[in-house]
């Protein structure tokens, strides 16, 4: 597997089409807000359900994710209202907090790993085990819900 | 889900899920032809931790099919010093139930809110009423929902908890006529001293599976009369989706619209005759939304319903 320390953040974050200033400033790429060099944080929503159906919730991921060190976490949860109108009413039983064990570039894409921080989160069925790709190039984050694979949009 | 959070971004002005609706229900009584029960539950999840004291929760009873209000049942809170709340149960009738005043005749005064598990149950001659915190009668798969209609069969509600409302009542209560129509709404105080409607349901779900954005506050504040004209088009298009007609879409939207609960009241059938609390309305629903391509969520009512009045179970 292929880690991301501090020589290959700087080529990650070429990779990922964006340029990094290393100092006081914030960086970004793209839709990505690198909060300092090596620390990506994001936010990426999806509305549930699917069309045709108009939205009554949003599956909602915020990360914190350290590249160097290849740690964080990511909060996953579903929100009641949609995108649009979403409220902070987080509904029961479905936040989850993952922890950040692995970190894999690939080709524009961010692939993360991690694990289900409280096992007693985990519903019948679901793996303790998290894949999340952020995929800057289309603007998306492919993240697990309930068995299936939901594209969320990434916010600034 | 029936109307639960169903205002965008769920909470109503004021951010208070107490006036939030969740479900309402009209069934005759069991064992007694000659009385009804009608039931509200506001407070989805018990977000909120008791009724709210400004607010005037009203369930309205149209006895001539033209979708306005000749009597209504309006409630209304008041806090008790050292905690606890009390109700106040109005009866109004004619232009004053059509109306947002709260004014009628008083049914019951200092009716005792239930927040423990055993329900206190306040009578008035042929009239019962209590409001409290009760066990969630709905039944949903709201995840396999959420997931785009990959039903599993696990019901979201079953330990979920809302405050009710519920009366029975004698049927000459509800007009001349055992065909009526049944709905509920909230109202709040506004600055200018009028009540602004924050929430309405007559049948389950139309809010939330047929209004859009913005469009769900709008319907929330219509009224029914008003359904019609102006939200034909929304049920149109989504039953379109869904690979009805134009046509078929425009039949289906003149039975949903206006958002009445129809009730006979001489029958004990139940949905579409009115709502009893097993009523498997969402697997009706889907049948018919989906045009037969989704028939049910593999959710059953919960066992928990009591017998008698208030008949809501016990809280969790």
Do not use: C
């Not at chain 2, 064992?31 to 400004?54: E, Q, W």
């Not at chain 2, 519920?166 to 909230?186: C, D, F, K, Q």
């Not at chain 2, 599976?209 to 939200?231: L, T, Y």
């Amino acid at each position: 597997m292929e880690g991301v320390d501090r020589r290959n953040f700087l080529k990650l974050a070429g990779m990922l089409g964006g340029s990094v200033t290393v100092g006081a400033l914030t960086p970004t790429i793209g839709l990505l807000k690198l909060s300092t060099p090596e620390t990506l944080t994001f936010r990426a929503v999806a509305g549930l359900p699917a069309p045709p159906l108009p939205a009554y919730a949003s599956y909602v991921l915020e990360g914190n994710v350290n590249l160097g060190a290849q740690s964080g976490v990511i909060t996953r949860m579903v929100l009641a209202g949609a995108p649009e109108a979403m409220s902070d009413i987080a509904l029961p039983g479905l936040s989850q907090t993952i922890r950040v064990k692995e970190v894999l570039p690939g080709s524009g894409i961010l692939r993360i790993r991690g694990e289900v921080a409280d096992r007693s989160q985990i519903g019948a069925g679901e793996s303790p085990t998290v894949e999340i790709v952020v995929d800057r190039s289309r603007g998306i984050v492919r993240a697990p819900f309930l068995g299936s694979t939901l594209n969320l949009k990434l916010q600034s | 889900m029936a109307d639960h959070l169903d205002s965008p971004g769920l909470m109503p002005p004021g951010g208070d899920a107490s006036i939030d609706i969740t479900d309402i229900y009209a069934f005759l009584k069991p064992g007694d032809a000659t009385k009804s029960i009608l039931i509200l539950n506001v407070n989805p999840l018990t977000l909120a931790s008791g009724y709210n004291t400004s607010a005037i929760y009203e369930i309205k009873v149209d006895t001539d099919s033209d979708a306005l209000a000749d009597v209504a049942f309006k409630v209304r809170f008041t806090s008790v010093p050292g905690g606890g709340q009390t109700a106040e149960v109005r009866l109004a009738t004619g232009s004053e139930a059509k109306g947002r005043d709260f004014i009628g005749q008083i049914l019951f005064s200092g009716a005792v809110v239930s927040f423990g598990s055993s329900p206190t149950i306040t009578t008035n001659g042929d009239f019962k009423f209590f409001a409290g915190r009760r066990s969630d009668p709905f039944f949903f798969d709201l995840l396999g929902f959420l997931n785009g209609f990959q039903f599993t069969g696990s019901d979201f509600f079953a330990d979920k908890n809302v405050f009710g409302m519920a009366l029975e009542v004698p049927n000459s209560a509800l007009g001349p006529n055992a065909n009526i129509g049944v709905w509920a709404r909230t109202l709040l105080p506004q600055p200018d001293g009028s009540m602004l409607q924050i929430d309405r349901m007559g049948r389950p779900a139309i809010n939330t599976v047929f209004m859009h954005g913005k469009e769900k506050r709008m319907f929330n504040q219509a009224e029914p009369v008003q359904d019609v004209a102006r939200f034909t088009d929304e049920i149109v298009a989504v039953l379109t989706a869904f690979g009805y007609s134009t046509s078929q879409a425009a039949g289906i939207a003149g039975i949903l619209l206006p958002d009445i609960l129809t009730f006979d009241s001489s029958s004990s059938a139940g949905f579409l005759n009115g709502r009893k609390l097993a009523d498997d309305v969402i697997d009706i629903e889907l049948n018919l939304v989906t045009n037969g391509a989704v028939t049910t969520d593999m959710v059953g009512p919960h066992s928990d319903y009591l017998s008698d009045f208030p008949y809501l179970g016990t809280p969790h």
